[in-house]
Nanobody, 127 residues
């Protein structure tokens, strides 16, 4: 079974940056769709960003409208690690951030379709 472990969360001021990591073990990422999903206090889970390898050298990425232009998802396949670079952070970005995975092509926003989940890492944006 795939295990996902997030790290990199913390406290950051609005306008600042943070980089989250998701380390996978048990299987390779080569055939998986990977995503970052967040849950803000008092709110439902929200898809943030997704990535899937489309060829040996290219990746397909997709972002929620709320983070487009600010967040970047990337993958280091050799390290079995997915990253989320978060720039220009806003107060509303405060949430627990989870790494999720599923085999094959994903409907990014169908959160029930993800088969594997990490334990989450907390991101707090302050003023």
């Amino acid at each position: 079974q795939v295990q996902l472990v997030e790290s990199g969360g913390g406290l950051v001021q609005a306008g600042g940056s943070l980089r989250l990591s998701c380390a996978a073990s048990g299987r390779t990422f080569s055939s998986y769709s990977m995503a970052w999903v967040r849950r803000a206090p008092g709110k439902e889970r929200e898809f943030v960003a997704g990535i899937r390898r489309s060829s040996s050298t290219t990746y397909y990425t997709y972002y929620a409208d709320s983070v487009k232009g600010r967040f970047t998802i990337s993958e280091d396949n050799a390290k079995n690690t997915v990253y989320l670079q978060m720039n220009s952070l806003k107060l509303e970005d405060t949430a627990d951030y989870y790494c999720a995975a599923r085999v094959g092509v994903a409907n990014w926003f169908n959160l029930d379709g993800y088969n594997y989940w990490g334990q989450g890492t907390q991101v707090t944006v302050s003023s």
